[in-house]
């Protein structure tokens, strides 16, 4: 007996469509390693498709009041709140995420997500106007860009393409989304529900691989692209995108210092670094997997964080137990498993270090010591559970470890000194730092790193502010 394969398609147009060719892609469970439904492999005809559906909306939407935008973000967000357990059971098959952690951790921040945008519509801020010039008073106008052409990835589909679609709707953008070819499910969900509440054409969404991203972000029409993904595939579309002078926005790779000092509470700092390092399996650009611990208490840190690491729990989406599930996708599990088995001699694996299981792409809480700055687990993302621990003499060498990375997104520090706390956060060259805390993040305040994990800002008003321009307007006071 054979199951029937659930049929995703793309959402164009206000309408529910397969690709134009008729070609798809297989869906996998990455709990079970079992295909679950088929997606649209979208083409050139779809992304077509696409762009002039929003396109053709866009005037219409551009010229809506904030209200109006935000009264249909708030239904949005309602809608969602309704229909939360079908999102959470699409999010799970997509990604064999717990089921309880992501209706705890994941639906609350993603619906207050919508809401704040929803506000943050009707709050833009510029100079007042005022006369720059005799006889001439000058305005500031804020106005969306255009089409935004969206890229969401796989580790997070649902949150992420709330990132995206929510401050670019309420900036009063049309948009076209595509989710990885790995978790369409939950984006095809949230068109369905979203369709009672925008016009058609303000959001679509095209199922596809890397050459449909690729045709989205090359099209003539979008203003703007928005990618969430590695930092290969954002240099690739920033070389893209620069061809017609695209706007781009880029939130791309990460490797977090978290810098645990001898003075930390190394209990909580132990149990708080672990659920950081492992939460979501470790893919997470923010995920707290490269520690760096003052040598006098290198040993006592070591010890208690394999011990975390050793209580820690994967499993299947309904056991309430498991902190992560699976990895995403064989190929990810293979590059997890391949920084293991490449580790120089001088490593030891202090905890986990293998898969688990021989269903579905789990792999154990792992713990690596005895590194080198220039070994390549250090300096590379593995975007998994595993996380590495090394030694440093004083602040200054602290630092140099810290940013001695191409990534520029999070890190954290642990300390009882607040000068020292103080200086940290100023020298850290990341875009954010926890100090006695990693991986909490609020709506109100901004997401984004420098060097190569990216530019753009999500969450916030200044991610808001990113799907804006800025015009000037000069008028004579003679009439």
Same mark, same amino acid.
């Given at each position: 007996m054979t199951t029937e394969l659930r049929r995703l398609r793309n959402y164009i147009g206000g309408e529910f469509k397969d690709a134009a060719d008729g070609r798809t892609t297989e869906v996998v469970n990455p709990a079970t390693g079992e295909v679950y439904a088929t997606a649209p492999l979208s083409g050139q005809a779809d992304v077509d498709a696409a762009m002039a559906a929003a396109a053709a909306a866009f005037p219409g939407w551009r010229d809506t009041?904030?209200?109006?935008?935000?009264?249909?973000?708030?239904?949005?967000?309602?809608?969602?709140?309704?229909?939360?357990?079908?999102?959470?059971? #699409?999010?799970?098959?997509?990604?064999?995420?717990?089921? #309880?952690?992501?209706a705890s951790e994941e639906l609350p921040p993603m619906v207050d997500q919508i809401r704040f945008f929803a506000g943050a519509a009707r709050l833009l801020e510029g100079r007042s106007a005022g006369e720059y010039m005799e006889g001439m008073t000058s305005i500031i106008r804020r106005e969306p860009v255009g089409v935004c052409a969206q890229v969401a990835p796989w580790n997070y589909p649902m949150m992420m393409a709330v990132w995206k679609f929510a401050p670019a709707i309420a900036a009063g953008n049309t948009v076209v989304l595509k989710p990885s070819d790995t978790t369409p499910?939950?984006?095809? =969900?949230?068109?369905?529900?979203?369709?009672?509440?925008?016009p058609k054409g303000v959001f679509n969404v095209i199922c596809g691989d890397r050459e449909t991203g690729k045709a989205m972000v090359e099209h003539s029409t979008p203003a703007m692209a &928005?990618?969430?993904? %590695?930092?290969?595939?954002?240099?690739?579309?920033?070389? %893209?995108?620069?061809?017609?002078?695209?706007?781009?926005? =880029?939130?791309?790779?990460?490797?977090?210092?978290?810098?645990?000092?001898?003075?930390?509470?190394?209990?909580?700092?132990?149990?708080?670094?672990?659920?950081?390092?492992?939460?979501?399996?470790?893919?997470d650009c923010t995920a707290a997997t490269r520690v760096l611990v003052h040598e006098s208490i290198h040993d006592?840190?070591?010890?208690?964080?394999?011990?975390?690491?050793?209580?820690?729990?994967?499993?299947?989406?309904?056991?309430?137990?498991?902190?992560?599930?699976?990895?995403?996708?064989?190929?990810q599990l293979r590059q997890v498993a391949g920084f293991i088995e490449r580790l120089p001699a001088h490593a030891k694996v202090e905890a986990g270090g293998h898969r688990v299981g021989e269903k579905g792409y789990f792999y154990a809480p792992t713990v690596v010591s005895g590194l080198k700055q220039d070994d390549e687990i250090i300096q590379n993302e593995v975007f998994g559970p595993v996380i590495t621990v090394q030694?440093?003499?004083?602040?200054?060498?602290?630092?140099?470890?810290?940013? *001695?990375?191409?990534?520029?997104?999070?890190? &954290?520090?642990?300390?009882?000194?607040?000068?020292? #706390?103080?200086?940290? %956060?100023?020298?850290?060259?990341?875009?954010?730092?926890?100090?006695?805390?990693?991986?909490?993040?609020?709506?109100?305040?901004?997401?984004?790193?420098?060097?190569? &994990?990216?530019?753009?800002?999500? =969450?916030?008003?200044? *991610?808001?502010?990113?799907?804006?321009?800025?015009?000037?307007?000069?008028? &004579?006071?003679?009439?």
């Open positions: 009041t904030p209200a109006e935008r935000q009264k249909a973000l708030l239904k949005i967000a309602d809608a969602f709140e309704a229909r939360a357990d079908e999102l959470i059971a #699409a999010e799970s098959e997509n990604t064999g995420k717990p089921l #309880a952690l992501t499910a939950s984006t095809v =969900l949230m068109a369905e529900i979203i369709d009672s509440v925008l &928005s990618i969430t993904g %590695s930092v290969r595939a954002g240099m690739q579309v920033a070389e %893209s995108a620069s061809k017609d002078v695209k706007r781009v926005h =880029l939130e791309l790779g990460g490797k977090a210092p978290v810098v645990v000092f001898e003075d930390a509470d190394i209990a909580k700092a132990v149990e708080d670094i672990a659920v950081a390092g492992y939460f979501n399996a470790g893919q006592e840190f070591v010890a208690a964080l394999a011990k975390a690491a050793a209580d820690t729990k994967t499993g299947q989406p309904d056991d309430e137990d498991v902190l992560y599930g699976p990895l995403n996708n064989p190929n030694s440093f003499t004083d602040e200054r060498q602290a630092l140099e470890y810290a940013n *001695g990375v191409e990534f520029a997104l999070a890190s &954290s520090v642990w300390t009882k000194d607040h000068g020292r #706390a103080m200086r940290m %956060s100023k020298n850290l060259d990341f875009g954010c730092v926890w100090i006695n805390t990693h991986i909490p993040l609020v709506a109100e305040m901004p997401h984004g790193g420098f060097k190569k &994990s990216g530019y753009g800002k999500d =969450l916030s008003a200044y *991610g808001f502010e990113d799907y804006t321009r800025i015009k000037h307007v000069m008028t &004579s006071l003679d009439g």
